[in-house]
């Protein structure tokens, strides 16, 4: 990816699509970028292309969704830390999308029923819309670093840069409960305690983080 603090400022939230199609060399890439990320992740996401029911129901209006006809379904077989790969591997789409020119957004109960094939043991725990954008978004009302982690002037630089990174993540309504510490070399996320999305939130946060600061220069604890 290009560089990643730059592809994270430039993506931001879209629910108003054009209805321009989306080229199949870019589905191409796009696929074979999520069969690789269903594999480091053990998942089972899913992107369903030329498909206006799913964002046409009564939810996806009150979620003022409108022309989406592309959508990634997420989802896995069932498992403690399901929701939080989710988010972490769902953003890894969600980004390698942005770069290809792609606009997206994460919605959890404002849409109808995906087409995507889910099996008995599996739950889909998210969708997120795809497509071309009307607009390409605007940036959200971010905390402040100490808000959201222990940062101090003197932390080393990855730290603070995952940090930025980590602020930059989407969360449910924008609500950004999480807290990142550092230890030594150690990293500890935790989500908030009272929240819409808590755990594919940190997913997110962990996706953005991990990106930024580099996974060669810390340990998760």
């Not at 101090?152 to 969360?171: Q, Y």
Request: charged share 25%; hydrophobic share 35%.
């Amino acid at each position: 990816m290009n560089d990643i603090i730059e592809l994270m400022k430039q993506r931001h939230s879209v629910r108003q699509y054009t209805d321009k199609r989306i080229p199949e060399d870019i589905r191409k890439l796009l696929d074979e970028y999520t069969e690789e990320m269903n594999r480091q992740g053990n998942l089972h996401m899913q992107i369903i292309y030329d498909e206006p029911e799913c964002f046409s129901s009564r939810l996806a209006h009150y979620g003022r969704f409108s022309g989406c006809s592309n959508y990634i379904a997420v989802i896995g077989r069932n498992a403690e830390d399901l929701e939080e790969r989710c988010g972490f591997y769902g953003e890894m789409v969600v980004l390698r999308a942005q770069e290809l020119g792609l606009n997206t957004c994460w919605a959890k109960m404002t849409h109808g029923k995906s087409k995507a094939v889910i099996n008995p043991d599996e739950t889909e725990v998210i969708v997120i819309a795809l497509g071309y954008g009307k607009t390409q978004g605007v940036p959200s009302k971010n905390k402040s670093a100490s808000a959201v982690s222990n940062v101090r002037e003197d932390s080393p630089a990855w730290f603070k840069r995952g940090v930025e990174a980590a602020l930059l993540a989407p969360t449910a309504v924008n609500q950004q409960k999480f807290r990142i510490t550092l230890d030594g070399n150690k990293v500890s996320a935790k989500p908030g305690i009272l929240g819409s999305c808590l755990k594919i939130d940190l997913g997110i946060v962990k996706c953005h983080f991990e990106l930024a600061a580099g996974r060669e220069n810390f340990d998760w604890n």
